[in-house]
């Protein structure tokens, strides 16, 4: 057995929408409806531009595979999700325009620009670009 690539992240919001638009806005991804059961009202899946559902964005309401407790806000055990981007003057312009928190790391030694910010449900996200 081994692990070919991370698959996709889940993310359960009393925000449906505004998560949806936040990703879209500030990543280019492209929002389409998750595949039956679930409904386009509950759940969302954000596109790559490869044609990968790596977001998978759910109401609070949204029936689920495996059943535990909820809660938003900050997420618990998971610290952040890295996300290898590319377009970081983009990225940048988007944040500012916005308004938004962010914190800008960089790593000489591999060529690594790392964008920390957060979306609006606490979740951090950790935007690398190399030798971008």
């Not at 993310?11 to 998750?34: M, S, W």
């Not at 999700?81 to 914190?103: E, F, I, K, P, T």
Request: negative net charge; charged residues 20%; proline residues 5%.
């Amino acid at each position: 057995m081994k692990v070919n690539a991370l698959d996709h992240v889940n993310i359960i919001t009393a925000d449906l929408d505004g998560t949806c638009d936040f990703y879209a806005e500030l990543l280019d991804l492209e929002r389409r409806d998750a595949p039956p059961p679930l409904t386009p009202q509950t759940a969302q899946w954000m596109y790559d531009g490869a044609g990968r559902p790596i977001l998978h964005i759910n109401s609070l309401d949204c029936i689920r595979t495996y059943e535990r407790d909820v809660a938003t806000g900050p997420t618990g055990s998971i610290h952040h999700v890295a996300l290898n981007c590319s377009g970081y003057d983009d990225v940048m312009a988007r944040l500012n325009a916005r308004d938004m928190d962010h914190q800008v790391n960089l790593i000489a030694a591999i060529g690594l620009r790392q964008v920390f910010t957060q979306d609006p449900n606490g979740v951090l996200l950790e935007l690398n670009f190399f030798g971008d």
